[in-house]
């Protein structure tokens, strides 16, 4: 029981603390600090208290059912290889955390830098963690999401959200075919459990869909770990801060494809296919990065091409997939993440502590920066495979793989000496990153002068080094059991016997390793003194590049050919969009639903009434006329639009829909409000249009109601043939049976609403919060410029502040209600706030049982806040009733949501609501249920949208109240001031015709 606890906390832990993260102060550096690092700690702890449990293949799960008939539950899983690398998220997090502490400048966000790392550490542990395979493809996105969010962390600077944009597209594409993969995989296995996938491998490959799963799958990887040809991505990311590079791109994001690589090497290896595709991917991606990273003048551009040659090594020992390879493969991820991030930090100092990153400007660091320098030469040394440091015994491991005898194909017969030439690369541009740096005559023009780093920002590399050191000199002492449990969690009883020992004796891996050192020396001795003047790649790489390549598809597809469908479809007047959305959505209506003779009303005129026949004609001649009026007299068209409105809420009544019929009405006063409010922003009148264009006002017009009329005669027909079905032969009566005894209510509507659909409606909330938020944004920058009010310029509107700040709010009140005839509404309404929250309160306890609920409740409370903003001026209501929307809203959603998941710590899905009743002292017995308090975020989500909308609209008005009192005043002050005598001058003559001239 406590290991599933753990495995729950450890999946939860980073979210929560990045949400405490980001609601910290920006001036409370040393709290989000110890609040980040305090997350990194637990999860340490926890993992250490489970390593027992998976230290011997084992497997600890933790499942939440959410959708059983679809095979989709949230399932966690943990055994010894995701252990491992779970150490690697919150081991190498936690330096980061504390090595960023001092890297940023007090300037920076910090709040949102550590939320954001936190949030991104969550998405990894999740997709780690993941035990079905859908849901490890949510999480594998989110970690595309968050890196998107750190790498444009400096988002003034160009280059950064240029990376950033890069790296969302090509792994978020990349995630795409990801997921299609595992949709097909999920499909040919009969379920998404990542067991009984990791179990079918057989099945898998004998299957007719193993090509399209492999390519898709390897899409996914391969675009997340950067390989050729998507390898483009990562140098461009290195616009991120340091502490950014440090953790995900060497660390945690980029070892997610090689993760998955190896995770899903029993299912999908062992074929021709994915021996060539993937090995041959791994060598040309080891190659390509070494050869560019040698001609690299930035330090980070260096370490960013050294990556992806590391990763290349790892992909193509995947590739090969034998049991060594699979051990060396889970080998190299450890040490290359500990070596790559002391290494990204050491640069990170470097560019801290001189001001520049420039390798043509660097040198003699070791004079001024001894520490830092032996810390680099360490880990740089263990980069290019030196002996007795962790990167010479993986990389040993390597060459013995690839020197074996695989397949006989060339690509394996060439395997050993592809290997070797890399790694001369590999040597050679490690070597040029310790003697140019920190070896030769110190630098005289740097814009710092360079100086050893604050103590804790040197201690995260002094650490990774140290272990960089007794992994190399101690490997099975220190990681023996630790590699083991993940090597047999990954081959279970096909797991090698192999072993860590130092020396192995004058083999052929070693004899590999010492010819690529020799050779990668006298390559750098060759080629040093033309690598600070040449260019960034050698000329045979640059010419044509996957980055030109990729940018040249984004050019065609997200310029040129939108420009030229905007040109044929497209509009600037969203009157033209919204008709061509509704045209084509009925259109597709019509072709689903024809021939369909279902729509046929089954006895519908058997109870003909003609009184509501009489209803439903007074309510199209509403609609009717209010399409007329919209012409000349808005005001009336808006009062017979709620005509209609009102007729289609006694339509609910008369159908036994009394809960429809309540929300209705109010949302039909909530709409017809704040559409009062909107009227002189609204397109020109018929008569405002001069005479020239109002053919063709009237023929779009004529073209609007046809477009209307058709429509709105199909979801009558629909709505109609639903409705008129005998009892007994709807999924609504399913509902009015087990209302009560499966929901604990009468009212089966809200029941609908709270218990059985409750994840539409908290989708529904969030979508209403995201529309108030827009709306709001769209209203805060709206600078409106209707003939009721002078404007000079465009000008007067840009000299205005937002509507959100206090100065816009107190600047002026509106005009002083002298006459009776508006003070008399304005004081009835001030009284009726009470009775309206009253009425609120009413609805919002009765809504589980008899017409009301949460929606019902909310849209009441807003409309006795509507008519204090219509009754009186914007400073008297905001003075006296203090309403935060946003909070509201996101406390709503917050609630939702823990309500919701209170049901998984009684092991029910997300959103089960209880229902029992509870004995009162003096009352007795009281039904009560957890959808009320469901119920309760609901209405405040309601409340908080509402609000919002109205606000930005008060303010909007308040601002051109503001606006036509300034030019009032404006125009008073040029008439009342003296006009000026002007000295009269005779007339210029007129000037002379060619005709007069010649």
């Known amino acids: 029981m406590l290991a599933h606890n753990l495995i729950l906390i450890l999946s939860v832990l980073p979210f929560a603390g990045a949400i405490l993260a980001t609601t910290m102060p920006v001036t409370a550096r040393n709290a989000e600090v110890a609040l980040a690092g305090g997350v990194m700690i637990a999860g340490l702890i926890a993992l250490f208290l489970l390593f027992p449990e998976v230290s011997d293949g084992g497997v600890i799960r933790r499942t939440v059912e959410w959708v059983p008939s679809a095979s989709l539950d949230i399932a966690l899983r943990l055994d010894g290889f995701a252990w491992l690398m779970l150490v690697l998220v919150y081991g190498i997090g936690l330096l980061v955390v504390i090595y960023a502490r001092y890297y940023l400048s007090p300037s920076d966000p910090v709040p949102r830098f550590y939320g954001l790392l936190l949030a991104f550490a969550g998405a990894m542990v999740g997709m780690l963690m993941a035990g079905n395979i859908i849901l490890l493809v949510v999480f594998w996105e989110l970690t595309s999401i968050f890196s998107f969010l750190l790498i444009g962390y400096w988002h003034q600077n160009a280059a950064a959200r240029d990376g950033a944009r890069t790296a969302l597209i090509v792994t978020g594409a990349g995630g795409m075919a990801l997921l299609g993969a595992m949709i097909l995989l999920g499909q040919v296995v009969g379920s998404y459990d990542l067991d009984e996938v990791l179990a079918a491998g057989d099945i898998v490959r004998a299957h007719g869909f193993y090509p399209w799963i492999l390519g898709l799958f390897l899409i996914g990887a391969f675009t997340k770990s950067a390989q050729f040809p998507f390898h483009f991505w990562l140098p461009n990311a290195m616009a991120a801060p340091t502490p950014v590079s440090a953790y995900l791109h060497s660390a945690t994001m980029v070892k997610a494809g090689v ?295 984004m050019l065609i597809g997200t310029r040129r050919l939108p420009l030229a469908a905007y040109g044929r479809l497209g509009s600037r007047r969203l009157q033209v969009q919204m008709r061509l959305i509704v045209v084509l959505v009925a259109c597709g209506a019509i072709w689903s639903l024809w021939g369909a003779t279902r729509l046929l009303p089954l006895n519908a005129f058997d109870n003909f009434q003609w009184s509501f026949a009489l209803l439903w004609f007074a309510g199209c001649a509403c609609a009717i006329g209010a399409a007329i009026q919209a012409k000349y007299h808005r005001f009336a068209a808006l009062a017979l639009l709620g005509g209609a409105g009102l007729v289609t809420a006694v339509t609910f009544a008369c159908f036994s829909a009394p809960d429809l019929a309540v929300t209705q009405l109010l949302v039909e006063i909530v709409t017809t409000v704040l559409l009062l409010l909107g009227l002189r922003w609204l397109p020109k009148r018929m008569r405002e249009i001069p005479g020239d264009q109002r053919p063709q006002a009237r023929a779009r017009r004529l073209q609007d109601m046809v477009i209307a009329s058709i429509c709105g005669a199909g979801v009558a027909a629909i709505a109609f043939a639903v409705m008129s079905v005998p009892p007994g032969l709807t999924i609504g009566d399913w509902f009015r049976r087990n209302a009560y005894s499966e929901g604990g209510g009468t009212n089966a509507v809200n029941v609908i609403l709270v218990d059985f659909r409750a994840f539409d409606t908290f989708g529904e909330i969030t979508v209403l919060a995201i529309v108030a938020l827009t709306c709001y944004s769209l209203l805060r920058r709206f600078r409106p410029a209707p003939e009721s009010v002078a404007l000079p310029s465009q000008q007067t509107f840009n000299e205005l502040p937002p509507i959100s700040r206090k100065a816009d709010r107190e600047a002026v009140d509106e005009p002083t209600r002298h006459d009776v005839m508006m003070h008399v509404p304005s004081v009835i309404m001030q009284w009726m706030f009470p009775v309206t929250i009253a009425i609120s309160a009413y609805l919002f306890l009765r809504g589980h049982d008899l017409p009301g609920g949460g929606f019902a409740g909310g849209v009441a409370f807003a409309i006795g806040l509507l008519l204090q903003y219509l009754a009186t001026n914007v400073r008297w209501i905001e003075s006296r009733i203090i309403i935060l929307p946003i909070r509201w809203m996101g406390l709503g959603l917050l609630f939702a949501a823990l309500v919701g998941m209170g049901s998984a710590l009684f092991g029910y899905p997300f959103l089960t609501a209880h229902a029992q009743y509870v004995h009162l002292p003096f009352i007795g017995q009281v039904p009560a249920a957890t959808a009320l308090l469901f119920d309760l975020g609901v209405f405040a989500v309601v409340v908080g949208s509402v609000v919002l909308i109205q606000i930005a609209i008060a303010h909007q008005s308040l601002r051109s109240a503001r606006l036509r009192a300034r030019e009032e005043a404006r125009e008073e002050e040029a008439r009342e001031a003296p006009q000026p005598i002007l000295p009269t001058t005779p007339p210029a003559p007129p000037p002379i015709t060619p005709q007069e001239a010649r």
């Not at 420039?358 to 920066?369: F, T």
């Open 259 to 553: 993760f998955l690589l190896v995770r899903f090497s029993p299912v999908l290896s062992g074929t021709a296919a994915w021996f060539w595709i993937v090995a041959g991917t791994g060598m040309a991606t080891l190659i390509v990065g070494a050869v560019i990273a040698l001609y690299r003048n930035d330090l980070k551009g260096l370490l960013a091409y050294s990556t992806i040659s590391h990763l290349g090594l790892i992909t193509a020992l995947a590739g090969i997939g034998s049991g060594g390879a699979i051990v060396a493969a889970i080998f190299h991820i450890m040490n290359h993440a500990v070596f790559k991030a002391s290494l990204f930090m050491a640069a990170g100092i470097i560019d801290h502590e001189t001001g520049t990153r420039d390798m043509r400007r660097l040198s003699g660091l070791r004079h001024s920066m001894p520490r830092t320098a032996a810390l680099a030469i360490v880990a740089a040394a263990a980069m290019g495979g030196v002996p007795l440091l962790n990167g010479f015994l993986s990389k040993e491991m390597f060459f013995a793989e690839a020197a074996e005898w695989h397949n006989g194909t060339w690509l394996d017969v060439a395997l050993p000496y592809l290997a070797t030439f890399a790694s001369m690369f590999t040597v050679a541009y490690s070597l040029r990153f310790i003697l140019t740096v920190f070896f030769g005559p110190p630098a005289t023009d740097l814009p710092k002068e360079p100086h050893e780093p604050p103590t804790w920002m040197r201690r995260p590399v002094e650490l990774l080094v140290l272990i960089v050191l007794l992994v190399g000199l101690f490997p099975q002492a220190l990681i023996g059991t630790v590699l083991q449990s993940g090597v047999l969690s990954v081959l279970g009883e096909n797991a090698p016997e192999y072993s860590l020992a130092l020396w192995h004796g004058f083999n052929i891996a070693l004899m590999m390793s010492l010819t690529a050192m020799v050779l990668g020396a006298a390559l750098y001795l060759a080629a040093a003194p033309r690598l600070s003047r040449a260019n960034e790649a050698p000329a045979f790489l640059s010419r044509v590049s996957a980055q030109s390549v990729f940018d040249r598809v």
